[in-house]
């Protein structure tokens, strides 16, 4: 290959003109302590604090490096040995990838002369250092480790291809063949212990993660729940196993140090379990709010009966006094508890416990955080889920149709659902939780560029790379704002021969590599898949004054994609002339040429009849929304890469898709990732020296330009998004004010040193940054106050909210653009983002507005792509659907949905006015009971079936003369799910009747009506036989049969004695007659009857406070069907930090390596703009 310079000169540095500079990383949590530290580091000083501390917590080596000194000179210990220790200069990390990369190109003939092997190194220096492009992380972690520094170690199970022999060998050492994909998609085979079988997955997938790979599997070849295996016997069920790989990978972390393991599960839509999986994590979530809320019941209402049990006597001495009917504080307590359906082992152990004296019991409290102890219990939080649908599902839910589920063992139909269920569900899921996400897979292999060796099953965890299974993929991605010139200019021959350069950088990484086990070496390197794409699309559509939403926007996001992939597959046909195709190509040559004539017609935007082998088209670029050059270059890409691959063939399977980029997108100091939009007009810098400040997002300013703005307009609107960053001459709190209340120069000066870090003005107002001293000295508070988390200065120096808003608005500003003074109506779209700005922005980018801008791209890509189309908290679960089928229609492959709260570690962003606590207004309660009222109409439509063997109790009763045996069926938790019914004497045509209203009251039981609801029906009805009832300890009296029955069931699962004519504690061994002119007696009647009238229906919205069993489908059962609304009021300084992370455009959730609330979506997973992890795999 012969390689051109366009960036560097032969013979002078790459990096002359860059200056190098020290620098110090440190990370801190948010209490202040220290997470990570580095010292004098060398970096370009054009790069970010954050991308600095990117390189140097994530990317550089931490051991084994030899040392130098200030002269370059290695430096040698006392024992002469070198002395090793980590990487400290960026030009390390960039010298080791390259020169990796150029000595294995240059030692299996990649370049055609030494000179052309030195100018690669040189402009791929020159591309890393100045931030054009950047490889995935394993690249940064594990590239030239051994080339560079000679590091080796003990072999970890991994495989390569020999180039020279094309043999797969073992490797012997863990760093000369380096891991540098991020990329898996792995097999399993319906087999538990044998080799590709279930737990031998387990196994690779652990090889994966420690390297900082994901990996993606269909597990659709498993069997369903109750399946035949071959020894006997019944399968678990595919979701046994899935629960089992959860786990594993949730205990590992990838890179050792760097991230959590990144998995991606896929499920064909006929497999048995389909619904089980797409419930899968909406019923997990269900369990940590259950153990959220149980958690703070039990620990509440135990330690106030165990305080209960402790009384003052006359002396204020402590006494105990455990009897409920002298102790009213104690009858209180434990009514308190089992009205809340606090477990009576539990209630009855706080007996015990303070006779030993305690006074407080220690029961955890769990929380709704993503990183607690909570989700850590529960399953499904360590993957993304996707759900593999064929176009002949959508051909049935258009027909409303139905739908069957298959066995895997022999393929026979074992359930057949309606296709509109089906889809109702997957919606209602990814509402809820936002998984599953939908892979479109007609449409994907459709797009196969090697189906003769397979159908593509899965993806990677962001669902960018799909291809055959045990195949994998080396990312890297282009910032594009590196390839327009100041004028707005797209510097194309710059672009097209970056995209030349890395596409050799990538196939020289399939060279070099090892993998994970025997069949992903032999397939990688017969397929040589390549991942390159891009950054920076959002940033560079807003500085151009081009509307994320437009025409104009979605041509020139076509143009660069199809200009990306076609120069890509022109390089690769030119490495194919001069080294081969890939291995497989012969077998695929025709399917392949058919896909890349498909790219290049649409790159023309030809009738949709002329596509081959489609049934969608896809979107085209159209000519008259596309800069003319631009819309030339596309074409001409695709009309060299089709004429030369139809001669030499291709080097490679793939090449482009588009990545999340978020890791490397921040050492890129990209402000936008792969093709989404951006996230604020307002972002928080960090200083070198620890800290952030506020800064204006700086595509602002430069869109203000291209829009025709003055200086001093720009300048306006600009102060109205980030403020005046003091409080000089603000209204209501200033410097006068201030001085009015304490404060003197000192302490102001402090004061407004830390208004430039703050998001609200109340933030710089804290001991921290005033000092303790003055705190407690000048302004009078107490130490104990200055340590509340809750405590509010402002409020407590006596400043209303309204006060505070207005100088908060002024000082912080609003950090939007609606409202600004200056800016036109028109213009307002090129600053929308994925999310509504600040505390009063309205505008967002549309649901639609994304699935185009996918539609735009994904003609162009040869694999996928990853993004997220963020909803507003107010989507339906129609809006989901819509977007599904949006997305089907649109010729996308796959995507992933996410709308604001559907997290329940999340809060929503409008969930609270600053200061003011949250009542449950009546609109907020009529709306939930719509919407619980739809949700368990969905989730309780499915029968639960009940145990084969199970337990239960049979009444032998006489009613009115007339033998009756009443049999029960439960649930292994104790409810009711069957009876039967036997007056055998009664005469056949009564039996039957009987039998039929038996089993009738069964299948209600099972597809979850409530007892109770039977019970307030059936009760009280009158016709013969009624009369007194014999054989029954509780029951003397009923007016019929049917009103016999259903007294039993309430008295023995419901507690309902009230239904009993002999109550409970009558028929205890230690009961004592009461007089019927007891008081006490008089009062619990009262009391009884007070409850009875207080009864509410409220099927819709089962919040029960009562104790008692239900019938196992989560609607608790009451003594009188009392419904009691808990409302906790909550101030905005308890859900202040996820609260102002939510309006400062973050996901709101902490980020599980530095703890900052600075966690973004970042294609379908999440990244922290703070330190850079991610839950991606790129």
Known sequence: ??????????????????????????????????????????????????????????????????????????????????????????????????????????????????????????????????????????????????????LSGPAQGHYYVDPKTR??????????????????????????????????????????FKYGSGTGTNFSKLRGDGEGLSGGGRSSGLMSFLKIGDRAAGAIKSGGTTRRAAKMVCLDLDHPDIEEFIDWKVVEEQKVAAMVTGSKICAQRLNAVLKACHMVDGEGALRLDLDHKTNPVLREALTSARRDMVPEAYIQRMFSYAQQGFTHFVF???????????????????????????????AALEADGDWQLKRRTNGKVCKTVKARDLWDRIAWAAWICADPGTQYDTTINEWHTCPEDGRINASNPCSEYMFLDDTACNLASLNLTKFYSVDGQFELEHFRHAVRLWTIALEISVLMASFPSR????????????????????????????????????????????IMTGEAYRASAEMAAELLPFPGYANNREPMLRVIRNHRRAAYQ??????????????????????????????????????????????????????PTGTIGLVMDCDTTGIEPDFALVKFKKLAGGGYFKIINQSLPAALANLGYTDQQAQDIVRYCVGAQTLNGAPFINHDTLRRKGFDDAALDRLERGLGQAFEIQFAFNKFILGEAFCVDQLGFTEAQLNEANFNMLKALGFTQEEIAAANDFCCGTMTVEGAPHLRAEHLAVFDCANRCGRIGQRSIAVDAHIRMMAAAQPFIS??????????????????????LLAWKSMIKAVALYRDGSKLSQPLSASTDSGKTIEATASIIEMAEKVTERVLVRYLAKRRPLP???????????????????????????????????????????????????????????????????????????????????????????????????????????????????????????????????????????????????????????????????????????????????????????????????????????????????????????????????????
């Not at 631009?630 to 090449?655: C, I």
Request: hydrophobic residues 35%; aromatic residues 10%; glycine residues 8%.
């Open 1 to 150: 290959m012969k390689i051109d310079r366009r960036f560097t000169r032969r013979g002078v540095s790459p990096y002359e003109g860059l200056a190098f500079v020290k620098r110090s990383s440190e990370i801190r949590n948010p209490d202040g302590s220290t997470v990570f530290k580095l010292e004098n580091i060398e970096v370009p000083e054009t790069w970010s604090q954050l991308a600095v501390d990117i390189l140097a917590q994530k990317y550089f080596r931490k051991a084994g490096i030899p040392q130098h000194d200030q002269t370059g000179q290695p430096l040698v210990g006392s024992d002469g040995k070198p002395v090793l220790g980590g990487e400290r200069d960026a030009r390390q990390v960039f010298e080791r990838m390259a020169g990796c990369w150029t000595h294995w190109g240059k030692s299996h003939g990649y370049f055609k002369a030494p000179e052309d092997a030195e100018s690669f190194h040189d402009e791929m220096c020159y591309m890393l250092a100045h931030q054009m492009a950047a490889p995935n992380s394993p690249q940064w972690f594990n590239t030239g480790l051994h080339y560079a520094y000679g």
């Open 863 to 884: 694999g996928a792509i990853s993004k997220t189309i963020n909803m507003s908290a107010e989507a339906s679960v129609d809006d989901v659907k819509a977007a599904y």
């Open 364 to 394: 955890h409290e769990y929380d709704t955080n993503w990183d607690g102890k909570a989700y850590q219990t529960v399953s499904g939080q360590n993957s993304n889920n996707s759900v593999r649908i064929p176009n002949e599902f959508f």
């Open 519 to 562: 069949s992903i070496a032999e397939k990688s390197y017969r397929f040589r898949t390549l991942g390159l794409g891009y950054a920076n699309l959002g940033t560079v559509l807003m500085r151009l004054g081009i509307p994320y939403d437009s025409s104009k926007a979605l041509a020139i996001c076509g143009a660069i994609t199809s």
């Open 948 to 1178: 084969g063997r199970r337990n239960g109790y049979t009444q032998k009763a006489i009613v009115g003369g007339h033998k009756l045996y009443l049999r029960t069926g439960e649930y292994e938790d104790g409810t009711v799910g069957e009876i039967f019914l036997d007056m055998h004497k009664e005469g056949a045509a009564f039996r039957s009747l009987m039998n039929c209203f038996a089993i009738a009251i069964s299948l209600g039981l099972q597809h979850g009506v409530p007892l109770e609801e039977f019970v307030e029906a059936f009760v009280f009805t009158r016709f013969e036989p009624n009369g007194p009832v014999k054989l029954n300890d509780r029951i003397k009296m009923s007016t019929s049969i049917i009103d016999y029955i259903f007294r039993e069931l309430a008295v023995t699962y419901l507690d309902r004695y009230d239904l009993a004519q002999v109550k409970e504690e009558d028929l205890r061994m230690d009961s004592v007659k009461k007089d019927d002119m007891d008081p006490e007696c008089f009062e619990e009647e009262a009391d009884l009857d007070a409850l009875a009238k207080s009864s509410v229906v409220t099927e819709h919205f089962p919040i029960r406070r009562n104790g008692g069993k239900g019938n196992g489908h989560g609607n608790g059962h009451s003594v009188a069907r009392q419904v009691e609304l808990m409302r906790e009021t909550l101030t905005l300084t308890e859900i202040q930090s996820a609260k102002d992370a939510k309006v400062k455009g973050y996901e709101g959730d902490p980020c599980p390596e530095c703890k900052q609330f600075t966690m973004v979506r970042n294609g379908t997973c999440l990244k922290c703009v703070s330190c850079g992890a991610t839950s991606g795999c790129s």
């Open 167 to 208: 043999e797969v060998v073992k490797a012997t050492n863990a760093f000369e063949h380096p891991q540098p994909h991020a990329c898996f998609i792995q097999s399993i085979e319906d087999d538990l212990v044998n080799e590709n079988g279930i737990m031998d997955l387990w196994v690779r997938e652990a090889r994966l």
């Open 606 to 659: 030809v009738p949709n009849a002329e596509y081959e082998g489609l049934t969608i088209a896809p979107v085209g670029i159209r000519p008259e929304h596309c800069p003319p050059d631009m819309l030339l270059a596309a074409r001409r890409a695709w009309d060299h890469a089709l004429e030369l691959g139809t001669a030499y063939g291709y080097r490679n399977a793939q090449v482009t898709v588009i990545a």
